[in-house]
């Protein structure tokens, strides 16, 4: 894999402006490829994301489209330099960043501000053009009025019959969907460009301070579920929180909302890797059936 990412990297003359790569080792697996860290001659490194050419391809769109709300002043979304074919695989070429480990304020705050931003210049409707990715897993495409129909028929339901697989019947969870749909837009929420996959992994505080962004699964939804995933597997300190809210507060009963946007997540990972995953999902069914009756 070494040597093919130095021939083709060797063959772009636009992007390699003169320089050339000097050395190349893994930064780690991927889902279906791996990431390489390419060192220059000017002393400046690249990040080499292999995957699937459809992962990589919705990846690039949603880095894109984070980008143009971000403020780059609180925090950065890493842009991609090139995208390259690769077999039956594809690279995508990213700036390698530089990482901390320190307060994550800016991180909150310029999330929110890039929620904020959008809300202001957004589409005035839930969805996305494009089929994606949120993680291996399938995000439907398609566009809604409501954000109650757009969560439960675009995200929950795909997922909930894709766990037939796993034994999750379709009357064990048919009678909460329009109920929830309902209640999801009691706060009327107003259509934000997210993230769509913040967990601890995609989000981290660069050496100068500012938060960084990376792998989403972009989506125009309610902002509320980004904040949701940030509880879902720990990661993020009381100062991402502070930094958020001090941006722009969080809506009243937000916090009575984490369980049924996580719902989301929690079936994806349980379609995709099994275990207590699955035994999650029926708790947070369950619950949210005696909370809509």
Not at 99 to 121: E, V
Request: charged residues 25%.
């Amino acid at each position: 894999m070494q040597d093919q990412l130095k021939q083709i990297l060797s063959m772009e003359k636009d992007l390699l402006r003169g320089r050339c790569v000097m050395s190349m080792r893994s930064a780690g697996g991927g889902e279906l490829g791996g990431c390489w860290r390419a060192e220059l001659s000017d002393g400046s490194a690249w990040f080499l994301k292999v995957a699937d050419p459809a992962l990589l391809e919705a990846e690039q769109q949603g880095l894109r489209s984070l980008r143009r709300w971000a403020a780059f002043d609180l925090i950065e979304v890493v842009e991609v330099a090139a995208y390259l074919p690769l077999g039956h695989q594809g690279v995508l070429v990213l700036p390698w960043w530089d990482l901390g480990h320190g307060d994550q304020f800016n991180l909150g705050k310029g999330l929110a501000r890039l929620h904020r931003l959008s809300s202001l210049n957004g589409p005035e409707r839930f969805g996305w053009d494009d089929d994606g990715f949120i993680g291996l897993g399938p995000q439907k495409a398609g566009w809604r009025d409501a954000w109650g129909e757009a969560f439960v028929r675009l995200r929950l339901e795909p997922q909930l019959r894709l766990a037939a697989a796993w034994s999750l019947q379709e009357n064990d969870w048919s009678s909460l969907l329009e109920p929830l749909a309902q209640w999801l837009d009691v706060h009327t929420p107003e259509p934000c460009l997210v993230h769509g996959d913040l967990w601890a992994g995609n989000a981290s505080v660069l050496a100068d301070g500012r938060g960084l962004l990376i792998d989403p699964a972009c989506w125009w939804a309610d902002r509320e579920v980004d904040l949701a995933m940030t509880q879902l597997f720990g990661g993020f300190s009381r100062r991402f929180y502070e930094g958020y809210n001090e941006e722009w507060p969080l809506p009243k009963g937000a916090d009575q909302r984490v369980d049924a946007l996580n719902l989301y997540h929690l079936l994806n990972h349980a379609n995709l890797f099994g275990g207590s995953y699955r035994q999650r999902c029926l708790q947070v069914i369950r619950q949210l059936l005696i909370k809509m009756s």
